[in-house]
């Protein structure tokens, strides 16, 4: 028989656990979904999501594999905790299909509705059907109060519709659809004209997908937005899980490179196999980083870092002229042993000279900062050294752009987690293929911040490959 004492305990520990699942999401999961396999890093994709409710992060993106729980933290279950802390927050749940967003929309309410729920947040209630409130496959409503949860495929409509909690769960549906052009654009154009439309200031969102193209949903976003910074408030915070830990630096993740994100569920040799198999397959289904395979890649190996370091052997910048339709690029390029240091400053197309000299004065280009530019515009070399910056053409010639690709692949490449267009175009810079093998000709039109930082890598370390200084 359990002794009066021992019943009190237990009694005091239940209701311990509920207040720790009120206040903490990482706690509620469990409650909710008892077999529910939490790992380390659900938990931390929970702290994140809940940051996202506190008004801490306002705009999330979420990147993990498939089948390694991401839909059950950020779509199923954290709309009902959600509701629980605040029946009057209004979400929006977004699939690529209407029916996808609609059986998420169940799943909701399956959690709000057992008797687990209801001890946690007795004050959230779904409709009976005999008290006038929503709830159906489209919509619920929350009983006494303004919140509700509204589901909607990528081509559905929000109209009327305000949006506290924007959640889009997987925009596309597949690799197919993801290679479509016309498909891309329908996405981007239902976010930008349907979706942002609905958001006021103390909005939030969490964008959770598969990356299976570089220009998806959240690389148009983050080419956009950019990352989130102190210098950048309006961007996006990036919590990515790759099946294989990388080298790119980050906060939250604490595997040694090359480890299995879940090798209970996922084996290490299961990936590792993928990998072999079907390398582009790996790079954006498992990786999260949507590009060709290596063999393809003028720069296969740069990686990215968190923020320029605060301390370089030598640090120049590499300027690409672009003025009308193609972009001008400003890259400060950091050079340090065998690393090399890239951080996008400018990157704009119709800039006049004027323009963009305010431009470099803005961002904190000095009279004494070395700019190497491209040699192909003397008049706006010269325009820019009247103007008071230090700027030289860069060494063009015979060869010159194999021996530049040459020269930085001789350095790990680093680029900021800020400079979204440096990290799209490097994935996007291939060698023309013939038979399946690589030439030793680049494809134009992906190289403008990339052509900046060769110019400056080249012109001033083209004869030593420990990164001693050239005098000009």
């Known amino acids: 028989m359990v002794s009066p004492l021992s019943e009190i305990q237990i009694a005091e520990s239940k209701l311990a656990e509920r207040a ?16 529910y396999d939490m790992r380390w890093f659900h938990r ?18 979420i990147f993990v594999p498939p089948q390694h729980g991401k839909s059950e933290l950020s779509t199923r279950s954290f709309p009902a905790w959600v509701l629980g802390k605040n029946p009057n927050e209004k979400i929006a749940i977004v699939s690529y299909a ?19 729920y209801r001890n946690l947040f007795p004050k959230t209630r779904l409709s009976d059907g005999r008290d006038g409130y929503t709830k159906n496959n489209l919509e619920f409503e929350i009983v006494g109060a303004d919140g509700y949860g509204y589901s909607v495929g990528v081509e559905g409509a929000l109209t009327s519709k305000t949006v506290d909690m924007g959640i889009i769960d997987d925009p596309v549906k597949d690799r197919q659809d993801a290679q479509s052009l ?29 990356r299976w193209h570089d220009d998806d949903l959240s690389g148009r976003l983050l080419v956009r937005d950019g990352i989130y910074s102190e210098y950048n408030p309006t961007g996006w915070r990036v919590v990515s899980f790759p099946a294989l830990r990388t ?26 196999k993928i990998k072999k198999d079907s390398p582009v397959t790996f790079n954006a289904l498992y990786q999260q980083d949507p590009k060709p395979s290596l063999d393809a890649l003028v720069y296969p190996n740069w990686l990215q870092c968190e923020a320029f370091p605060k301390y370089c052997n030598r640090v120049v910048y590499g300027l ?12 400060r390029v950091g050079v340090d042993r065998k690393a090399c240091y890239l951080e996008e400053l400018i990157y704009q197309t119709g800039l006049t000279t004027s323009k963009l000299a305010e431009l470099m004065k803005a961002i904190g280009i000095k009279p004494y900062d070395l700019i190497i530019a491209d040699s192909e515009e003397p008049k706006t070399i010269a325009e820019l050294q009247q103007l008071g910056f230090t700027v030289l053409p860069a060494i063009k010639g015979p060869g010159s752009l194999n021996a530049g690709i040459n020269k930085m692949n001789e350095y790990q490449v680093w680029y900021t987690a800020a400079s979204s267009h440096i990290a799209k175009e490097s994935k996007r810079y291939q060698w023309v293929m013939v038979g399946n093998k690589p030439t030793n000709i680049p494809v134009e039109g992906h190289d403008h911040a990339l052509d900046a930082a060769r110019y400056a890598v080249y012109t001033l370390f083209k004869q030593d490959s420990f990164g001693e200084i050239e005098v000009y």
Do not use: C
Request: proline share 5%; aromatic share 10%.
């Open 182 to 210: 016309t498909i891309r654009e329908n996405t981007w154009d239902f976010y930008t004209d349907v979706f942002e439309t609905r958001l006021h200031n103390e909005s939030v969102q969490v964008l959770i997908q598969t």
């Open 247 to 272: 080298e790119d630096q980050n906060d939250f993740d604490p595997r040694p490179v090359g480890v299995a994100l879940w090798p209970e569920r996922h084996s290490q040799e299961k990936i590792e």
């Open 44 to 61: 931390v994709i929970a702290d994140e999501l809940q940051k996202v409710y506190e008004r801490k992060t306002r705009k999330l993106m």
């Open 98 to 116: 209407a029916g996808i967003a609609s059986k998420f929309n169940r799943d909701i309410k399956r959690r709000m509705e057992i008797s687990a």
């Open 20 to 35: 720790y699942a009120r206040r903490n999401f990482r706690n509620f999961v469990p409650v909710v979904r008892p077999g």
């Open 320 to 331: 690409d002229f672009g003025f009308t339709n193609d972009p001008t690029a400003l890259v």
